[in-house]
């Protein structure tokens, strides 16, 4: 019988225009079932985030919530092993219960789900960090619970926690590595070598308020992008952001005079393989990290960059402490600031097919989900 693991999503509380969410935990779902494991996925959506279409409140049985899960889990063959709670409350209880009691674990992606009778029939808890040095701060400086108490075993892909030069708290825990993985099957381009003319990436502007530590303002993306408003004059490639700007912000109108192109996202994130087109049509994703990343060197690397190497187009990204742990190159490549950025654009526009040959390369090397799958569980002991 294959091993059972129980893993908790976080994609239909956001139901509109989610594909780059979406993918976040479909990688990690789809990667465990390709390392040969029986997986079932739960969700517990609160009251207030349960709306319509249109983005309403709603009941659940009228949701866009309820629709979107049956979408995504009737795709991708989950819908016999799928359980969606709202505010706690499923008439599937009875059978999660039962395949939770066989499981090794709960995989619990950012903690999210905690229905108490599912985590009750389980083993061992296992809390996946997706945002290091935000979870820490949030929990150990603002107090905020994130349901650290029910969990057990706690991994993150900020791989530099609890080293000497990663200016990020602990929280208490003992935060142990893992990386980021991208399903091949599904991110395989068959004009991998024959890379678009245009840089992009998504990207939500403000994100959450900056949090503090040690007295260390940590921020998003908006502080990093904000010191490369003059880049697209200082190269010869064209650089475009998909995201959720408002039309009349004034940080809009000095990146597009500046030389940006910038999109809307939304239209890009429904369906999924929209997204994943846009991507493929690209030269490659340039884009910066959040500030607190980048402050707190905390070795984060992006579940949308390696959907770009998978497609064969090449990485340009900000570097958080990642290039201890991926190679830095040739089809990924790290900046700084932004003469780094120039330089590391310009080095792939001398050859961008030889760059997005390397950039599969590399996924296939240290991003293959079942790859990564078998590497966290080398990580907390429990590999064959």
């Not at 792939?348 to 390369?361: G, M, S, W």
Request: with cysteine; aromatic share 14%; charged share 20%.
């Amino acid at each position: 019988m294959p091993r059972r693991v129980v893993i908790g999503v976080g994609f239909a509380r956001y139901p509109l225009h989610g594909a780059g969410n979406t993918w976040a935990f479909l990688q990690w779902v789809l990667g465990f079932r390709q390392a040969g494991w029986e997986v079932w996925i739960v969700e517990d959506v609160p009251l207030k985030s349960i709306i319509d279409t249109n983005g309403n409140p709603c009941a659940p049985e009228a949701s866009a919530n309820l629709a979107y899960w049956k979408q995504v889990t009737q795709e991708f063959g989950l819908q016999d092993h799928a359980t969606l709670f709202f505010d706690g409350q499923s008439s599937g209880t009875p059978e999660v219960v039962r395949f939770a009691r066989e499981a090794e674990f709960l995989f619990n992606i950012s903690g999210h789900f905690r229905q108490h009778e599912v985590m009750g029939a389980l083993r061992q808890r296992v809390y996946v960090d997706l945002d290091p040095a935000f979870t820490q701060i949030w929990a150990e400086v603002y107090k905020s619970d994130m349901h650290f108490d029910v969990h057990d075993t706690f991994v993150s892909i900020g791989r530099h926690l609890g080293q000497k030069n990663c200016l990020a708290p602990l929280a208490g825990k003992n935060w142990l590595p893992i990386g980021v993985p991208v399903v091949l099957d599904y991110f395989t381009n068959p004009q991998a070598d024959q890379p678009g003319d245009t840089w992009t990436t998504f990207t939500h502007w403000y994100g959450y308020p900056q949090v503090e530590y040690d007295g260390r303002w940590y921020g998003n993306k908006s502080e990093e992008f904000a010191k490369l408003v003059s880049l697209p004059s200082k190269t010869s490639q064209k650089l475009e952001i998909a995201t959720d700007l408002h039309p009349d912000d004034i940080t809009k109108h000095l990146f597009l005079e500046g030389g940006w192109s910038l999109i809307e996202a939304k239209p890009l994130n429904t369906p999924w393989q929209r997204y994943r087109d846009y991507i493929a049509q690209s030269r490659g994703e340039f884009c910066v990290a959040k500030n607190g990343y980048v402050l707190s060197r905390c070795g984060w690397f992006s579940d949308r960059s390696v959907a770009y190497l998978a497609l064969g187009r090449p990485v340009v990204l900000q570097d958080t402490g990642w290039t201890d742990f991926y190679p830095s190159g040739e089809g990924l490549l790290s900046f700084h600031d932004e003469a780094s950025a120039v330089i590391a654009l310009e080095t792939v526009a001398q050859n961008p097919a030889r760059h997005a040959l390397a950039a599969r390369r590399i996924a296939e090397k240290y991003c293959s989900a079942p790859l990564v799958v078998n590497q966290f569980l080398e990580t907390i002991g429990r590999a064959t």
